[in-house]
């Protein structure tokens, strides 16, 4: 069979995806079902992967599915428990004493809070949660669930402490001995050149999240009004992502999003208290909600309830959500003791109905288990009676059986999709069939491919690690046979699947499910698809314009296509200043008149 027959048809559970769930909107619970149908058919009967390993792999899926669920009901019920004790209504003051504008709060709480906790944890935790977080400030939940996965770009290729970069590229690169060797060195060397490219396309990922925010959730559906706030958005761009650069080529890949998205925080947070570049003449907030899109609004209620005592500090309010980080962090180090401890419990079914598929999960290890201890802590700490905190328990669990439906076919569906090598009919994996259709067909072109190929490894995997032990070693070899310097190419695989985390099913399935917006998959996908593939191309454009600088000069395809992305962007801005400013002359000669 032909390379490009191949690919297409391993493309195919992607092209279902895509027409019932983005296209006709179907929800993920009704969708993924079909996609899983199809894997498995083209795994049997085209690819001819034994009945066993096609077996394996959905019960491996399902089993994961179950861990996904396990951190989507820890998230719930950390919210639902801040919400009974009271803790939200002070947080949600706090949040409107520091600006109660809300493209200001999305700021800080998706990019920048988002950022340290990607940095400190990874796999998906952040949307877990800031898009809660977010609902409880008065969001509605597709709002928030879209500024969350917009987010899930910048700081994810350093996130769970480096994870994606130090397991994901270092799996991928070693299956090739004569690289092996040098795989210290190659890393360090591949992470800053990921901070590099990151810093370039995530400097306008702030802006983007509030200029559609306003344009898709505002009272006059505008992207204008995001765009007013361009000074503050790059300033809170640039606290974050240049000592993220810094610290990847200073520390290396385990730090740069925790200490980035740290640094930013206080920085911004300082400055917005100041007022420093935000908008003087105007303070930007959602309709009043009666108004709202039902298609925006999640089945979870959030209800303005105060403490018993009638009042909370800020800082016993916050406590839940330090805690939460300061948990994660120091899980995750591997130079401490806890890190190992947490590891040592692991409840596996090794190598499933024979196969060399073996799942496992680690209780301890889990993002669910730091927020029910949290949860369980902040019960003692903010007083609350046993009925509200049973109430609490009661709703999470409600709103977790309703994403279960979409995730139990979604996950098998990838694990089918990933584990179909060793057939009889001799195919590699689908996915890697798929990466060699779209290589043989650019040729050169291939650094601007690249980030796709590693966005689509994310899609499908849920994970820039996953995608990464996949394509590392292709998008080495690929950047060797084409004659250019290979660890750009592998920089290039590890950025796109950071940014594929945009429009990655599962985690948009997860995301939309601790709000209680299940069935809106494709609505979300819709909306993230854009600055996925602006990142990405830009991403790609600049790595294309660096490998082939010394052969093609400075003016390539890939310097035009990114300078004209800076251009656009720029104009955009420009114009957009321009329209204020017309518009407020017009007031003020109306005024006059």
């Known amino acids: 069979m032909s390379t490009g027959m191949l690919a297409f048809l391993s493309l195919l559970p992607i092209i279902v995806v895509g027409i019932f769930l983005v296209g006709l909107r179907w929800p993920a619970s009704k969708a993924m079902p079909i996609s899983y149908l199809v894997a498995v058919v083209l795994a049997l009967f085209v690819w001819k992967v034994p009945e066993k390993q096609v077996a394996a792999a959905s019960v491996n899926g399902l089993f994961i599915a179950g861990t996904l669920l396990y951190i989507i009901f820890g998230a719930i019920l950390l919210l639902n428990t801040l919400q009974e004790s009271g803790g939200l209504k002070t947080i949600r003051q706090g949040f409107t004493d520091i600006s109660p504008d809300r493209r200001i709060?999305?700021?800080?709480?998706?990019?920048?809070?988002?950022?340290?906790?990607?940095?400190?944890?990874?796999?998906?935790?952040?949307?877990?949660?800031?898009v809660p977080l977010l609902v409880g400030l008065g969001f509605p939940a597709m709002a928030a669930v879209v500024a969350g996965m917009i987010i899930q770009s910048t700081p994810v290729s350093f996130g769970a402490v480096g994870t994606p970069i130090l397991v994901g590229v270092?799996?991928?690169?070693?299956?090739?001995?004569?690289?092996?060797?040098?795989?210290?060195?190659?890393?360090?060397?591949?992470?800053?050149?990921?901070?590099?490219?990151?810093?370039?396309s995530g400097t306008l990922v702030p802006l983007f999240v509030v200029a559609l925010m306003t344009r898709f959730f505002g009272k006059n559906k505008s992207f204008s009004e995001g765009l007013k706030v361009w000074k503050f958005a790059l300033f809170a761009a640039f606290s974050m992502t240049i000592p993220y650069v810094i610290v990847a080529n200073v520390l290396g890949p385990e730090f740069p999003s925790m200490v980035g998205g740290l640094i930013g925080l206080a920085v911004v947070v300082s400055a917005a208290k100041k007022g420093f570049l935000?908008?003087?003449?105007?303070?930007?907030?959602?309709?009043?909600?009666?108004?709202?899109?039902?298609?925006?609004?999640?089945?979870?209620?959030?209800?303005?309830?105060?403490?018993?005592?009638?009042?909370?500090?800020?800082?016993?309010?916050?406590?839940?959500?330090?805690?939460?980080?300061?948990?994660?962090?120091?899980?995750?180090?591997?130079?401490?003791?806890?890190?190992?401890?947490?590891?040592?419990?692991?409840?596996?079914?090794?190598?499933?109905?024979?196969?060399q598929i073996t799942a496992?999960?680690?209780?301890?290890?889990?993002?669910?288990?730091?927020?029910?201890?949290?949860?369980?802590?902040?019960?003692?700490?903010?007083?609350?009676?046993?009925?509200?905190?049973?109430?609490?328990?009661?709703?999470?669990?409600?709103?977790?059986?309703?994403?279960?439906?979409?995730?139990?076919?979604?996950?098998?569906?990838?694990?089918?999709?990933?584990?179909?090598?060793?057939?009889?009919?001799?195919?590699?994996?689908?996915?890697?069939?798929?990466?060699?259709?779209?290589?043989?067909?650019?040729?050169?072109?291939?650094?601007?491919?690249?980030?796709?190929?590693?966005?689509?490894?994310?899609?499908?995997?849920g994970s820039n690690t996953v995608s990464n032990m996949m394509f590392s070693l292709f998008q080495y070899d690929v950047g060797s046979q084409i004659g250019v310097d290979p660890t750009w190419v592998v920089a290039l695989q590890a950025v796109g699947g950071a940014a594929g985390n945009m429009i990655c099913v599962h985690n948009v399935v997860a995301a939309s499910a601790v709000v209680g917006l299940v069935g809106k998959e494709g609505v979300v996908i819709r909306k993230t698809i854009f600055p996925f593939t602006y990142y990405s191309l830009l991403a790609g454009a600049v790595g294309y314009a660096i490998v082939w600088y010394s052969q093609k000069g400075l003016f390539n395809i890939g310097s035009v296509i990114a300078l004209a992305i800076a251009v656009a962007a720029v104009y955009v801005i420009a114009t957009n200043r321009k329209r204020i400013s017309l518009s407020v002359n017009n007031h003020s000669s109306m005024d006059t008149k």
Not at 331 to 339: I, V, W
Request: aromatic share 14%; glycine share 10%; proline share 5%.
């Open 105 to 130: 709060q999305v700021i800080i709480i998706a990019w920048l809070f988002g950022s340290f906790i990607e940095g400190s944890a990874g796999f998906g935790t952040p949307a877990a949660v800031a």
């Open 170 to 200: 270092q799996t991928g690169l070693s299956a090739d001995s004569t690289i092996s060797n040098q795989l210290p060195s190659l890393l360090n060397i591949i992470g800053s050149k990921v901070a590099f490219l990151h810093m370039v």
């Open 360 to 461: 496992s999960f680690q209780p301890l290890y889990s993002p669910g288990t730091v927020f029910i201890v949290v949860s369980l802590i902040t019960f003692f700490m903010h007083g609350m009676n046993g009925s509200a905190y049973k109430k609490a328990w009661s709703q999470s669990a409600k709103t977790m059986i309703a994403a279960s439906t979409a995730l139990i076919f979604t996950v098998p569906m990838v694990q089918v999709f990933l584990n179909s090598g060793g057939g009889a009919a001799g195919f590699d994996r689908m996915p890697i069939e798929l990466a060699n259709g779209i290589a043989a067909l650019t040729g050169d072109y291939w650094p601007l491919f690249a980030t796709f190929v590693g966005g689509f490894g994310a899609f499908i995997a």
């Open 278 to 355: 935000m908008p003087k003449d105007e303070v930007w907030d959602f309709a009043e909600k009666e108004k709202w899109d039902p298609e925006w609004i999640g089945k979870i209620e959030i209800k303005d309830i105060a403490h018993k005592s009638g009042s909370m500090s800020m800082m016993r309010a916050w406590a839940p959500y330090i805690l939460v980080g300061l948990l994660l962090v120091l899980t995750r180090l591997n130079f401490l003791p806890f890190n190992g401890w947490v590891k040592a419990w692991n409840v596996a079914i090794p190598n499933i109905f024979g196969t």
